[in-house]
């Protein structure tokens, strides 16, 4: 006799990063900004005026110190096999001449601008890329006007953790420059 076919209570997609990676270059989220977290698709609110004028500066002031080639704005990461984020800025180790997604080993520096995500970037991010081995992690803390500073991952989390206030300079991780943002 025929049996029903039971399924899993779980009935959710979950992904890949290379199958999201082709869903994204086939154009399956044209007008949308999303990420894969842990196999799951998150969409992600479009970035109002505040964090774009944010964003824009510390590009600026970053290649203005280190020069354009090594200064990614908006760009996307592959963490590992089932995470792939968009991250505010980033700084690379060396410049790239190939046109794809970064990789940890790419980044000396990642950057989230947290207009109105800061529970977002100061947890979920902030633990992801620690887990990604990225060195060193900024949030933009528009509100607060302060720039949280994490470094040196270890075990999943970042050991150093300082604050930086808005006016003062902030060191540029591998290197000897400084920035202030305001």
Avoid at 106 to 111: A, G, N, S
Avoid at 118 to 134: H, T
Avoid at 146 to 169: I, K, L, N
Wanted: glycine letters at 6%; aromatic letters at 8%.
């Amino acid at each position: 006799m025929n049996q029903l076919a039971r399924l899993s209570s779980d009935t959710r997609a979950r992904f890949t990063a290379p199958e999201f990676l082709h869903m994204v270059e086939s154009g399956a989220f044209e007008g949308m900004k999303v990420e894969l977290i842990d196999g799951e698709l998150e969409r992600m609110n479009p970035p109002m005026n505040g964090h774009s004028a944010a964003q824009a500066n510390v590009v600026f002031y970053l290649a203005q110190k280190l020069g354009l080639a090594v200064v990614r704005a908006e760009t996307g990461l592959v963490l590992n096999d089932s995470t792939v984020v968009a991250c505010d800025a980033a700084l690379l180790r060396q410049p790239l001449v190939e046109n794809r997604f970064l990789t940890p080993y790419d980044v000396q520096l990642v950057i989230e601008i947290a207009q109105t995500t800061q529970s977002r970037d100061m947890g979920l991010k902030r633990m992801l890329y620690a887990q990604a081995g990225i060195p060193t992690y900024w949030v933009i803390d528009g509100v607060r006007r302060v720039v949280h500073v994490y470094a040196d991952p270890v075990e999943g989390d970042y050991c150093s953790v300082h604050t930086v206030r808005f006016g003062e300079a902030l060191a540029v991780p591998g290197s000897d420059a400084a920035i202030t943002l305001d």
